[in-house]
């Protein structure tokens, strides 16, 4: 027999989705990915998207964690619509569902040490079998049960089903069931701490707590990392223990880094805040993330309201998906040029701060973000690009002498004078610099990259007099002083 699916029970609930990151880390790219499939999920459908930290791996948790997790959602703009709730703070309900099931058979108290545990799968691994709990303190009529040993805080187990399969109809990777003599009596709750007086339950265990959450939350669909399928079918005889509804599940597969291989701290796996920092837009952030384990048809490049409205949970890729940085720059690139240039502007003052140039008209630099945007990939290069507008400039004497040669010195000369008294705008500088070449009979190739290479420090930029025109005019000058 194959426990129910139940997929028709989650759809005729109101969707309510979840992101349950642990806080023993920042928010790694594959949550970061699961929670925005889960927000854009619940508001396709109208629904709601709950955030819930799993904190019960108390030696493991941490508040700055947590903090990051909450910062990162904040930044993506994944919106919640409960939460964050702490699993922590919901102890006495996990307790009580445990001594639900304690009365109704379907848990048992284990007290078996370490040792034992050792020992027992010691035992399986020299017999050639597969390592299990063996059962030996699940009560069952007529068996009797070892003599509770002093001093030894028991776990909870949950009792699974002996026979028969549990299956689900998975959203991403289709049909899939698995017999429950496969599983064995998975601990709900750990010992409670040594000398507890007796009776006192524990902290409850991942695959119990999150039942119970799911259960509590109403929750109707969960899309989580593949690495938790195992855990599913335990899951899944939990709800049915409970008598509660399945949600349904969808089980994306893990991100490769370049190499090949899961992106992990040491491979590249960074946190999403790290984005933030290197430049990149939360909306590009979005945009990469979703379409990695993803598709609408041929789009790659699309808005946060676009993946709303196109989300409804299929085309989940069921292959693993590779990060490719020069593709989520690209990403970048795009959201970039449609970027509104004041939020631009903004942005990249921060970022131009942390390089120890403080800037203070936003206005100007809000006219040069303009110039720039379209040029550069992230924030970060918006920065590098315009900075010389705000700090000194520092020309490199390979250029200055391939640049700044005797014959365009003289023409430098002069159209520094003009400088001084032409109008400041744009295309009064186009004219003087016009007016310069003709008398010297120059050509803009010729002139323009002196000019880059003295005033802005570099061969490479937008229109000279369009550049020049974002300088004060003092600035200008002073740098063209030197020739
Ligand atoms: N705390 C688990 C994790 O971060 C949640 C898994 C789930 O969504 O059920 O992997």
């Not at 629904?47 to 903090?67: C, H, K, N, P, Y």
């Not at 304690?102 to 034992?116: D, M, V």
Request: proline share 7%; hydrophobic share 45%; aromatic share 8%.
């Amino acid at each position: 027999m194959t426990a129910d699916v139940t997929a028709g029970r989650a759809a005729d609930r109101a969707v309510r989705t979840r992101i349950a990151p642990s806080p023993t880390g920042f928010l790694h790219l594959g949550t970061a990915r699961t929670a925005l499939y889960s927000w854009a999920y619940a508001r396709h459908h109208g629904g709601q998207f709950v955030l819930r930290i799993e904190d019960t791996d108390v030696a493991r948790s941490t508040q700055d964690s947590a903090r990051q997790i909450l910062d990162s959602m904040h930044w993506l703009g994944l919106d919640y619509d409960e939460g964050p709730v702490y699993q922590m703070q919901r102890l006495a309900r996990y307790h009580a569902v445990a001594e639900q099931m304690l009365a109704a058979g379907s848990a048992y108290r284990c007290w078996c040490t370490p040792e034992e545990l050792d020992a027992m799968r010691e035992g399986q691994r020299a017999r050639g079998e597969k390592t299990r709990y063996d059962g030996r303190w699940r009560p069952a009529p007529g068996k009797v049960l070892p003599p509770v040993p002093a001093g030894v805080q028991p776990v909870v187990r949950f009792a699974n089903p002996l026979h028969g399969a549990v299956g689900w109809d998975d959203l991403v990777k289709g049909p899939i069931s698995i017999g429950n003599d496969e599983i064995d009596d998975l601990i709900i709750l750990r010992p409670a701490p040594e000398g507890a007086p007796q009776g006192t339950l524990g902290v409850p265990t991942y695959n119990f707590a999150v039942v119970v959450d799911d259960w509590d939350m109403a929750i109707t669909h969960v899309f989580r990392g593949d690495e938790h399928i195992n855990n599913t079918p335990w899951q899944i005889n939990i709800f049915h223990a409970l008598g509660a509804p399945l949600p349904r599940f969808g089980h994306c597969p893990v991100i490769l880094g370049d190499d090949g291989q899961k992106l992990s701290k040491r491979r590249g796996a960074v946190s999403v805040t790290a984005y933030e920092e290197a430049g990149y837009l939360p909306e590009a952030m979005l945009n990469y993330l979703a379409r990695l384990g993803w598709s609408h048809g041929d789009d790659e490049l699309f808005t946060r309201d676009q993946l709303v409205q196109w989300f409804d949970g299929s085309h989940l890729s069921r292959s693993p998906a590779q990060w490719d940085p020069a593709k989520l720059a690209w990403v970048n690139a795009h959201h970039m040029k449609r970027a509104d240039d004041a939020r631009l502007a903004l942005l990249t003052q921060q970022q131009l701060g942390r390089r120890g140039v403080a800037v203070d008209d936003l206005e100007r630099l809000t006219r040069a973000v303009a110039l720039f945007k379209d040029r550069s990939a992230t924030v970060v290069e918006l920065a590098e690009a315009v900075a010389m507008l705000f700090a000194p400039a520092t020309p490199g004497d390979e250029d200055l002498a391939a640049h700044v040669t005797p014959a365009v010195q003289p023409a430098l000369r002069e159209l520094r004078t003009q400088l001084q008294a032409t109008p400041w705008t744009q295309a009064d500088i186009a004219a003087a610099l016009k007016a310069v070449l003709a008398a010297h009979r120059l050509k803009m190739p010729q002139l323009a990259p002196a000019l880059r290479v003295l005033v802005c420090g570099r061969v490479q930029t937008p229109s000279i007099d369009a550049v020049l025109a974002l300088f004060p005019r003092a600035v200008v000058l002073a740098r063209l002083q030197a020739v």
